[in-house]
């Protein structure tokens, strides 16, 4: 790996060059390389799987067309991708499996206008939704994937089909919640792994 990508709500990066949310920066010298999608709002997430990379957040065109929220690259030539779930509000994060992509944020349909609140999966190929439904009751701002369970963090009190405060799990087959249930007490903005430990960081207490 000779670089790295990068997504936020900057306008110049990597030595003051101009690009809008999403760049690719040399990992030697820190400077932008010529990619520029120059997206037309904040991102939020990206998410690298193989040779595709996958992009959500608050943008509706980027790389000069259209794309509610979430897009794809193919990185052998930095070209979007005809991929197009079409979220209706913010993604704020993707967690990717095998054929599907999970993604998560504040909208109520996707992947060609099922209703999902909050989090859904579409198939990689297609951009269509599959018929995983968790139903949040507010918003999830991150997800992660381990061992066949989606691990879930946000503003929510309810998903899976069960009460879960602002942290939670959810089946990946099913959209059921498990038993992990650490019960926080305020927002939980990002999960992440290590071997049989998830840690949180939010606003807690």
Known sequence: ??????????????????????????????NATGWDPNANGNVHTLSLVGSTLYVGGEFTTISGVSRDRLASYTLSNGVITSWYPGANNTVYSIAVNGTTVYAAGSFTTIGGGAARNRIGAVNSTTGVATTWNPNSNSNVFSLLFSAGTLYVGGEFTSIGGQTRNRIGAVDATTALATSFNPNSNGVVYSVASYGTTIYAAGLFG
């Open 1 to 30: 790996t000779t670089s790295l990508f990068v997504g936020g709500l900057f306008s110049t990066i990597g030595g003051g060059y101009y690009r809008n949310k999403i760049a690719e920066i040399y990992l030697g010298g820190s």
